[in-house]
């Protein structure tokens, strides 16, 4: 299939779109609750024998981040025993089950189940794909194929916003099926990942399919040299207790985690997957689910507008502006609020300022974070570290992600939206600053440069550049 694909940079692209297309069934299953939670709170519309209570509907939207963030060892296991390639493959089996759950669903607890099963499945596709795409990357093309990431939930997430509102709760899901069975069968041809060949100690393959993917075997076999300084190799592994006693490991470990944090705590999560329900609790003129079909086309155009520009400017410059724009968003929906609750109805121009500010917090988050935190949390560890690197930053964004959603309607409801939302924009001005200061660029640097960019001895770049 990747045999029509002339230039080695259109081979490195396919690969990872193919890879990606199990992210769009993600992007899928990440909007399911915002139409669904509508159909389910509404008489007639409902599959179930009476509508759900916000509890349930909390606990529908929630569950699956709590079991993803308790399962992430098992990714982590995966993509090291069997291969990034066939863990791409194994997703398809559980979501095809979570399809039947929520075809056939007649309690609220085959819903909260089908949740659980999607989350978990896709804990395992973000462990992978990301991996995957960083480890067929060349050094020049890496930001941008990290991004695809982002660029293919967001397309999940349109279509499911597109089609949801207006097509019945059956119908819905008869489509997500046959879009999971259909982004399945390319990822057999695929190559498994060079690194995870090499690691295994078939460095023959390896070469040959970065040979594939460099265009050249001189350059596939400088990949090859720079693998072998890394601190495992095919004959040595390295143990998990050695990985969690490296100075330079721990640090990335917690920048990661907080960059995961401020991703889940900037609020985003908690407005998109109430987004119909925020929109409606706004009272104003626009239809919520013509204004959610717009603000998915807007997130799908943030990630591809992210992708065209992370290999020119770096991280640290595009994480700052787009975090500022979700904190300018999160201020205007408090103010909305805040004047609501002060004045009553609102009216003229100040209908417009909750989509508005909606719009800023997922143009932000899908240009910024939700698109960057997947490049850089492969991008700033290094191989043989990178599956336990990644299951500590997912295990975390996992478990905010179920805390924000969780429990945003409980403190909306406490506090009040005007404050909710104020809390938010102050955590993303705190996480604007922790980009700034405590975050290292990686845009343009091979892995060994970012590890000698976090604290790792600079006497291993020098015997590299001796060795090559």
């Known amino acids: 299939m990747l045999g029509i694909c002339a230039s080695p940079m259109m081979r490195q692209y396919a690969a990872v779109i193919i890879v990606n297309l199990s992210v769009v069934c993600m992007g899928l299953n990440t909007a399911w609750p915002s139409p669904v939670l509508v159909k389910l709170r509404n008489e007639t519309q409902s599959v179930l024998p009476r509508p759900i209570t916000d509890e349930e509907g909390s606990w529908v939207v929630s569950a699956g981040f709590l079991a993803a963030a308790l399962s992430c060892s098992l990714p982590a296991y995966l993509v090291d025993r069997i291969g990034r390639k066939y863990s791409a493959i194994l997703v398809c089996l559980p979501r095809l089950l979570v399809c039947l759950l929520f075809t056939l669903a007649s309690r609220v607890w085959m819903l909260i189940l089908g949740r659980i099963i999607g989350d978990v499945t896709d804990m395992l596709t973000v462990t992978v794909v990301p991996m995957y795409a960083t480890e067929i990357a060349s050094v020049q093309f890496r930001g941008s194929l990290g991004t695809i990431l982002q660029v293919s939930s967001s397309l999940g997430v349109l279509i499911m916003l597109s089609m949801g509102p207006f097509i019945s709760y059956l119908t819905l899901n008869i489509i997500f099926t046959c879009v999971t069975i259909m982004s399945t069968i390319p990822v057999f041809y695929l190559p498994d990942s060079p690194y995870f060949l090499y690691s295994e100690g078939r460095t023959a393959e390896a070469l040959k399919v970065l040979t594939y993917f460099r265009g050249s075997e001189e350059l596939a076999k400088e990949e090859i040299k720079e693998y072998a300084l890394s601190s495992s190799t095919p004959e040595v592994k390295i143990s998990k207790r050695e990985l969690f006693t490296n100075k330079v490991f721990l640090k990335t470990v917690g920048i990661v985690i907080v960059l995961g944090i401020g991703a889940q705590m900037s609020g985003f999560s908690a407005v998109s997957f109430y987004l119909q329900t925020v929109l409606e609790s706004t009272h104003t003129d626009i239809k919520p689910e013509v204004a959610s079909v717009i603000i998915g086309f807007i997130q799908l155009t943030a990630s591809f507008c992210t992708a065209s520009i992370t290999d020119r400017f770096g991280r640290k410059l595009i994480l700052t502006v787009t975090v500022m724009a979700i904190a300018l968003g999160m201020v205007g929906l408090g103010a909305f609020f805040q004047l609501r609750e002060s004045f ?125």
Do not use: N
């Open 344 to 468: 009553g109805a609102v009216s003229g121009v100040m209908h417009y300022v909750p989509i508005v500010s909606i719009v800023f917090v997922v143009f932000g988050y899908s240009a910024g974070p939700g698109s960057l935190f997947w490049v850089l949390m492969t991008e700033l560890f290094e191989g043989p570290a990178r599956a336990v690197g990644v299951f500590c930053g997912l295990s975390i964004f996992v478990l905010f992600a179920f805390i924000s959603t969780k429990f945003f309607p409980t403190v909306t409801l406490a506090l009040g939206p005007a404050i909710t939302y104020w809390s938010f924009g102050v955590i993303c001005l705190l996480y604007c600053l922790f980009v700034v200061f405590c975050l290292p660029e990686t845009k343009g640097k091979s892995i060994l440069e970012i590890q000698v960019a976090l604290g790792k001895a600079d006497d291993v770049v020098k015997e590299r550049d001796e060795k090559c």
